[in-house]
């Protein structure tokens, strides 16, 4: 009897496993069949998801350790933003800004609380906000700096990354993103992240903007130079030019503060907000400004459809709510310095160099050791799911929802990486 029984599990769980792992490469043969290759995912194939865990289609579980490039700051299905989601979906979706709904000036009131502006305005991609913050900068800078009509210069920083759209890639320095796809559009200067005297000699009368992410996040977690914020504010204002920072990955807890501009201190004149500000749920995007700034926007003259849809702003008010306490700018600074004391240890063997800021860190791979996607490969082989940004570098973001154990698990799998490739 036992033994009949033992053999027909036997029989069922090598079926289960062969069943799953043809449906794994199924899903991967259909997407790569079907969806064209703008991405190079990892092997997996995830099905479910709770807090900094997520399941594949084979049961195996991993450690979310990119968290949609800091999109899912509060983990997955976090109850608190399924609860008002489901709720709001139930009720009110779209509405179109054609009309009022209820939703979104409570959004409104308390985002621009959450920055200290006077106001927002509500989009939904990263890259929509980055291209409001380009035309609110330019708007502004022709009805109250006095650039002449068509001249305006907007001053951006080498290795940034600000979303897809064909402006903005048309300050992209990385070749991936602008080969073929030109003509670009002009109006952009660059100049050297972290480097003030070239941002000092790039901005004159016709330069409306200086953009930048405070922390570069696609560029491998690059903090700039201690006090460079500082200089960037104190610039912007003796020239009369806008201060914009792109904190679509940088803010909202992800680098122990709310903002990353915080850690010196420094307000700039636009923020721009995404990932995190849709809870991992919806795309919810936004600038925040002072009146003086976003006042230059009058109807008809800038909008989107799905922008500050009732939804959205259910989603981001919730978010914004769950910000305000400091609880999760906390936990990502305790997490973040627990993180960095473990990858230091392997700083000399195995790693060149470790970056953090909060629960953020880049870390350079030792080229004699693998490439980034190599370890991010080998990663995925201990459970845990990470994403090289440039080359050398492995980005971590980790959700602000795990647990010290949790990031035990992080080390110690990339200690067991290092070992084996070293
Ligand atoms: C992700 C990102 C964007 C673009 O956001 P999308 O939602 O992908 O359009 C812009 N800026 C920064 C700093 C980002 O990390």
Same mark, same amino acid.
């Given at each position: 009897m036992t033994g009949v029984t033992a053999c027909a599990t036997m029989t069922n769980m090598s079926e289960t496993i062969t069943r799953h792992q043809t449906q794994s490469a199924a899903h991967i043969e259909l997407t790569e069949g079907? +969806? +064209?290759?703008?991405y190079h995912p990892l092997r997996v194939v995830l099905a479910k998801g709770e807090g900094a865990w997520v399941t594949d289609v084979e049961g195996n579980r991993y450690l979310d350790c990119l968290a949609g490039y800091s999109a899912l700051n509060f983990g997955h299905g976090h109850p608190r933003l399924l609860a008002r989601a489901h709720q709001q979906i139930d009720t009110l979706t779209l509405t179109s800004r054609a009309f009022y709904n209820d939703q979104l000036g409570p959004f409104a009131r308390d985002l621009a609380a959450l920055t200290g502006k006077e106001m927002i305005l509500p989009m939904n991609s990263g890259a929509e906000a980055v291209e409001t913050a380009i035309k609110v900068s330019r708007k502004w800078g022709y009805l109250t700096k006095g650039v002449p009509e068509s001249q305006a210069t907007i001053v951006a920083m080498e290795g940034n990354f600000h979303g897809r759209t064909t402006t903005i890639v048309s300050f992209s320095t990385d070749p991936d993103a602008t080969k073929d796809y030109a003509p670009f559009t002009p109006g952009f200067r660059l100049v050297p992240y972290g480097d003030i005297e070239a941002l000092r000699s790039a901005i004159d009368d016709t330069t409306v903007a200086v953009l930048l992410e405070p922390i570069q996040g696609e560029g491998g977690v690059i903090i700039p130079p201690e006090g460079f914020l500082q200089d960037v504010r104190t610039l912007c204002n003796s020239t009369n030019t806008l201060m914009v920072a792109d904190e679509i990955q940088s803010g909202l807890a992800r680098t122990g503060k709310t903002f990353a501009c915080d850690h010196e201190d420094v307000v700039p004149d636009i923020y721009v907000l995404g990932k995190a500000l849709g809870g991992g749920l919806y795309p919810v995007s936004a600038i925040a400004a002072d009146v003086d700034v976003l006042g230059v926007i009058t109807p008809g003259t800038h909008g989107s459809t799905f922008g500050g849809n009732p939804l959205a702003a259910a989603i981001g008010h919730e978010v914004v709510a769950m910000l305000q306490t400091g609880e999760f700018q906390e936990r990502a600074a305790s997490l973040g310095a627990y993180l960095a004391d473990g990858l230091q240890s392997m700083v000399g063997s195995g790693f060149e160099a470790v970056r953090t800021r909060g629960l953020w860190a880049g870390i350079d791979i030792d080229p004699a050791i693998a490439t980034g996607r190599h370890v991010t490969e080998a990663l995925l082989g201990h459970g845990v799911l990470a994403k090289e940004a440039h080359g050398q570098t492995v980005r971590l973001a980790p959700p602000l929802v795990a647990t010290e154990e949790d990031l035990d698990v992080l080390v110690g799998a990339f200690r067991a990486v290092i070992t084996t490739l070293a």
């Open positions: 079907y +969806a +064209a290759h703008n």
